[in-house]
């Protein structure tokens, strides 16, 4: 073998350990949005289930969904409890989105709840009569602007 020869087989095996590390890093980068993808459906379980805590841990909070739900009226200091709750479950949809960088699982529910509650809508644009800095400025402009987008609009 002459120079030439044995520097094209250390070039040959050369780019055979590049092929081989983009498809490796290919392969793990497939892993980690599959991981990425099981952590959210996770937390968004996790998240139901801490809601659904709070209504059987505490059955006043049900009956004050259920009051704000038919749309009978609420006292200030009820207003303020609905407020701090909607407030507490979209923080955690923040984190959530920002940690997966996704949102799609967000929508439903939460436009489901927009329509529903009342107080939702006015925790998030901070017009409740509980309100005092609970509003949707709290929250970060990526998360306000995908939910204003996609959650929290009038139906059409």
């Known amino acids: 073998m002459n120079t030439i020869d044995v520097g094209q087989a250390i070039q040959t095996v ?13 392969f793990q980068l497939k892993q980690n949005n599959k991981l990425m993808a099981a952590n959210a459906a996770g937390v968004s379980v996790g998240q139901t289930t801490a809601i659904w805590a709070t209504v059987i841990d505490q059955p006043e909070m049900a009956e004050l969904l259920v009051r704000d739900r038919q749309n009978e009226a609420l006292t200030p200091a009820q207003e303020l409890r609905l407020n701090a709750y ?3 479950s979209l923080f955690h949809s923040q984190y959530v989105f920002h940690e997966t960088h996704r949102g799609e699982w967000l929508g439903k529910g939460w ?10 809508r006015r925790a998030w644009s901070g017009s409740g009569t509980g309100t005092v800095f609970a509003q949707k400025d709290l929250f970060s402009p990526e998360f306000i602007k995908f939910m204003e987008a996609n959650v929290f609009k009038e139906p059409t």
């Not at 050369?14 to 290919?26: E, K, W």
């Open 14 to 26: 050369a780019n055979i350990g590049v092929v081989a590390s983009i498809v490796l890093l290919a």
């Open 111 to 120: 436009q489901t709840a927009f329509r529903s509650y009342g107080s939702l």
């Open 86 to 88: 909607w407030i507490r």
